[in-house]
């Protein structure tokens, strides 16, 4: 256990929690683009930055990727040099994407009246990378990624060509902060522009309406070990099926037996 | 071919690679450093070889393929043993008459020394000329006397003794607190202290580790690590063992640039014969300690150079940088401990252990030990790789191991540091050369780059052409570095072309700032370095060129114009001819004049005048 200060109030905390994580227990509030718990911590949007002060030595580092380490350490979260940098951060932001109602708000927040910077792009992506990370952390997939380096930064799928990865999940549009990434249903097919991907989707065997892309059931079924025939049903009839079928229920089999 | 079993067997094997060498009573050293082979040392070296062979005196004589000795300027260079004289841009054709005149006759060949451009006398031995005796060579110094393929070379100058003593004689945390008692700092520009680094990887808490040679060297004009990679292999390697015995790693790797294929192969050579003498790999010198080095070559990121980002590329991921605030020497590859050093960190320590803390701790300022290699660059007479011990003046360096600035014109600026380095004005050139005098001044030591500026540079220009490079370089990970930087540049690009405003000042001070506090890594935290310094040093030529549209240098093409002095031009038609879009008129033997609407300042006519009579203003 360490005790350490965030704004002048005093904390007990484990070690090796970070301070994005324990000011969020605490309900301080710390502005951040490229954090998500259930992600691990990669410190690229640098907005969660704060102050860390012992004795006389003072610098500024971002709380998503600091663990608390050292005793007696006084955090600030919005100091005059935090509130600067934040403020530039948020100035490029809006430079680079000043479409995105996320980047305007924030902007709203600190008083800033568009970016007087002399770039203007209409981006929607911040490169926040929290795509990327979901699909290979959680979904296990790596179907996108960062393509070129510097200013010329892209996430994207190989080479931009459709995916042959991608099972369509759209975690990655779940977790977009900025809703670059967009989802299209229409009658066969499940098209992500974004990814320059389409995926067919699969009809329901009972009433005939698309209800999954082609691929999910199957992937979701080798990691996570659900009965096999649930899946081939939409959600409606799953549950239709699963109540007309409770009393067949299989124990041997661990499956249920749908009547046709 | 034998293996070395144990210290005592070292020092015998040496005694017959001293002997072998002593043997040679002349020989002649052929610097085939980068520099010396891209001007064609190696024809010289041939001719040398087939000239002997055919006198027949190629038995007694030998020529050896050194490696770089730092005075690029005057390549190919040329020493003549016992006796060294130094001849300056050898060619082929010279050979027959060095052999005739300085080895059978003993007699220098006037019109090969270099000439002192401040005395104009000529210089006959090597260590006199002023670009050397100036120096303080101790990693360089043997790259000159060896052939760099060779370990019975190394050896025979007491290579791989500092190993041996340590194997016997020190525990790894003497090593450590030798390491530490020297003030050895890291070479690689940020100057973390050597022995503590070593100190913290060995506490912690863990059975593997790692050491790693950062050969990644990305500044532009920069060669020094290649240059020692290249003339001095074994000296790195044996730096690296030590330090791995210290630290207790059994594995070590060498990142190094793909683009040094010299350097690639001579270090591949080097620990090919470590391994097979017995001096790397299983229980090396008899020890009981094991260790062998593994080569990853790198693709040619500038900012694979940055430790956290060389590290994922050696364990096969994007090269970029993560946050730090869990130090490498605890969790570095692949998780594990990993102590982290340049090359020149490396080479260093066998002459520390060799030589002993106190000795190496005499050279240099309080706080910064040894000597530095800089690559001596730009507007400055003799270009090269120079050594010198920290402390020493910007000055000094400059005038006299660099022989001042060419065509008699004044010294503008000094850019240190690399491309994320800053630039140090005129006037404060007496500044010493010390990791924190060189930080208070807004510049870093960085890994040893030195850029000469005379008067005809433009410091807005400066600072643009860097920051196009770090931002072309940067990863673009982390939002201050990818879009602060893409904003600084098209700032630095309007103000060059005549467009800039005066609250651009305080928004490049204003991202300059964001990106030195607020960026990922030390690449973005650098860069705005050298528009910094511009601001501070240099501010009124920044509001030259904003409030009266003038760049003072003349090099911001959308600022000049050029004339034609009516009164001097004799219509000769020379400028005429070279303008590649017809922007020059006249007839025959009457002033012409230029079309300034067509003129694209490419400066063709200013180049063929003989008449001077072309102006730029």
Redesign the interface.
């Known amino acids: 256990m360490a005790v350490i200060f965030i704004n002048d109030r005093e904390f007990q905390t484990e070690e090796e929690v970070t301070l994005l994580e324990l000011a969020r227990q605490k309900g301080i509030e710390i502005p951040a683009l490229c954090h998500h718990q259930a992600l691990s911590p990669y ?5 969660c ?1 704060v102050e860390v002060c012992k004795e006389d030595k003072s610098r ?3 709380s998503c ?3 608390v380490r050292e005793e007696g350490i006084s955090v600030y979260t919005d100091s005059p ?1 935090v509130k ?2 934040r403020r ?2 948020v100035k ?2 809006l ?2 994407c000043p479409q995105v109602k996320l980047i305007q708000d924030l902007a709203e927040e600190m008083g800033l009246e568009g970016s ?4 203007h792009d209409q981006e929607e992506c ?2 926040c ?1 929290l795509c990327v990370r979901v699909c290979s952390e959680v979904i296990g997939k790596n179907a996108v ?2 393509s ?6 892209k996430v994207s799928t190989p080479f931009n060509e459709p995916s042959e990865e991608c099972v369509g999940c759209t975690a990655c549009a779940f977790v977009c902060p900025t809703g670059a990434i967009k989802v299209e249903d229409s009658d066969e097919t499940r098209y992500m522009e974004f990814w320059n991907t389409k995926i067919p989707l699969r009809r329901c065997k009972e009433c005939g309406i698309t209800y999954t892309p082609e691929n999910t059931p199957e992937y979701i079924l080798g990691k996570l070990e659900l009965p096999k025939n649930l899946l081939d049903l939409c959600e409606k009839c799953r549950r239709k099926a699963v109540a007309e079928s409770l009393s067949n229920y299989d124990v041997t089999s661990r499956s249920v037996i749908i009547k046709k | 071919m034998r293996k070395i079993i144990n210290p005592a067997d070292l020092e015998s094997f040496r005694q017959s690679c001293i002997k072998d060498m002593s043997r040679e009573e002349t020989w002649v050293a052929v610097c085939c450093g980068t520099g010396c082979s891209a001007s064609g040392a190696h024809q010289v070296v041939s001719s040398f070889k087939e000239a002997l062979q055919e006198k027949n005196i190629d038995g007694k004589i030998t020529t050896r393929v050194t490696g770089c000795h730092g005075f690029c300027e005057q390549g190919p260079l040329v020493v003549v043993h016992p006796g060294n004289y130094l001849y300056c841009q050898v060619t082929p054709d010279d050979v027959e008459e060095i052999i005739e005149k300085t080895i059978i006759q003993k007699k220098a060949v006037e019109r090969l020394q270099y000439t002192d451009p401040v005395s104009k006398e000529k210089v006959v031995v090597e260590d006199q000329v002023p670009f050397y005796y100036n120096q303080h060579r101790l990693l360089m110094r043997n790259s000159g006397i060896i052939d760099p393929t060779s370990i019975k070379d190394y050896l025979a100058i007491s290579g791989y003794r500092a190993l041996s003593m340590v194997l016997q004689e020190k525990s790894p945390l003497e090593v450590i607190e030798e390491i530490k008692a020297s003030g050895l700092r890291g070479r690689g520009g940020a100057g973390f202290p050597t022995g503590l680094k070593w100190e913290s990887c060995y506490n912690a808490p863990d059975n593997t580790r790692y050491v790693i040679c950062n050969a990644d060297e990305g500044d532009p004009g920069c060669f020094q690590d290649r240059s020692i990679l290249e003339g001095n292999p074994h000296s790195v390697l044996e730096g690296m063992i030590i330090g791995a015995y210290a630290v207790s790693a059994e594995k070590g790797y060498i990142y190094v640039r793909n683009e040094y294929p010299l350097a690639v192969k001579n270090f591949s050579t080097a620990l090919e014969q470590a391994r097979e003498y017995g001096l790397l790999g299983e229980n090396i010198l008899g020890s009981g300690f094991s260790f062998d080095v593994k080569i990853n070559r790198g693709g040619g990121a500038f900012v694979c150079g940055e430790s956290s980002a060389l590290i994922a590329s050696i364990e096969g991921k994007a090269g970029e940088p993560r946050d730090k605030y869990i130090h490498a020497t605890e969790k570095g590859l692949w998780d594990k401990p990993t102590v982290l050093n340049n090359v020149k960190t490396w080479a260093s320590v066998p002459y520390i252990i060799n030589n002993g803390a106190d000795w190496y701790a005499q050279i240099g300022t309080e706080k910064s030990k040894g000597t530095m290699v800089f690559s001596l660059t730009g507007n400055v007479n003799n270009t090269g790789l120079v050594e010198v011990p920290m402390g020493i003046t910007l000055r000094k360096l400059v005038f006299d191991i660099g022989g001042g600035i060419p065509e008699g014109k004044n010294i503008k600026a000094v850019q240190t540091g690399g491309p994320s380095g800053g630039c140090i004005p005129e006037k404060l050139l007496d500044l010493p050369l010390d990791y924190e005098k060189l930080t208070e001044a807004g510049s870093m030591m960085g890994s040893g780059g030195m850029i000469v500026m005379d008067e005809s540079t433009c410091m807005v220009d400066v600072a643009r052409y860097f920051l196009s490079f770090t931002q072309e370089e940067s990863c673009g990970k982390c939002t201050p570095c990818r879009e602060g930087g893409k904003q600084m540049l098209a700032i630095l690009n309007n103000i060059m072309e005549g467009k800039g405003q005066e609250n651009d000042l305080d928004m490049l001070e204003e991202i300059a700032q964001a990106m030195k506090e607020g960026s990922l890594c030390a690449l973005g935290g650098m860069a705005p370095n050298p528009v910094l310094t511009t601001l501070k040093y240099f501010h009124q030529e920044y509001l030259d060129h904003i409030r009266d549209e003038k760049c003072p240098a003349k090099v911001c093409r959308n600022l000049i114009k050029y004339f034609i002095n009516q009164e001097v031009c004799t219509g000769c038609g020379r400028c005429l001819k070279a303008c590649p879009v017809d922007a020059v008129e006249g007839t025959k033997d009457e002033p012409h004049i230029i079309h300034q609407e067509k003129c694209t300042k490419c400066g063709a006519c200013l180049e063929v005048c003989r008449y001077e009579a072309i102006s730029v203003e």
């Open positions: 410190g690229a949007c640098r907005l930055t500024l580092v971002t990727t600091y663990p040099r600067q940098l530039v951060i490029l932001l430079a680079r007087p910077f002399p770039l911040i490169l990378g990624s960062f070129y380096r510097g200013a010329g930064r």
